[in-house]
């Protein structure tokens, strides 16, 4: 099991960038799959990004592919999501997950552990 706790969230003007962390508890980090999601008012869960458990393999939201950028430092059991140039569509409460998954996985099902989430509003 691994909790998850993300951080760097805030207000920015469009343009702007911000970094995102997700801080996993437990020795055993290194071999989860991490994925991004984020929530608007009003809307649904939406893939945002994920990345395998030896960061071989990445995958990107059309929405965001190009400007936002997820890493991992599994020796530090933290997962980041760099975002540039940011569109006041982006703002939503950003949500980190994790699962012992073979594959890279854009579906929520395919995460069993979330995290509490962190706001991102940017303001145009």
């Known amino acids: 099991q691994v909790q998850l706790v993300e951080s760097g969230g805030g207000l920015v003007q469009a343009g702007g960038s911000l970094k995102l962390s997700c801080a996993a508890s437990?020795?055993?980090?290194?071999?989860?799959?991490v994925g991004w999601f984020r929530q608007a008012p009003g809307k649904d869960h939406e893939f945002v990004g994920a990345?395998?458990?030896?960061?071989?393999?990445?995958s990107y939201a059309d929405s965001v592919k190009g400007r936002f950028t997820i890493s991992r430092d599994n020796g530090k059991n933290t997962a980041y999501l760099q975002m540039n140039s940011l569109k006041p569509e982006d703002t939503a409460v950003y949500y980190c997950?994790?699962?012992?998954?073979?594959?890279?996985?854009?579906?929520?099902?395919?995460?069993?552990?979330w995290g509490q989430g962190t706001q991102v509003t940017v303001s145009s």
């Open positions: 437990g020795r055993t980090f290194g071999t989860y799959t």
């Open positions: 990345i395998s458990w030896r960061a071989v393999s990445t």
């Open positions: 997950a994790a699962d012992r998954n073979w594959y890279v996985s854009r579906s929520r099902s395919g995460y069993a552990y």
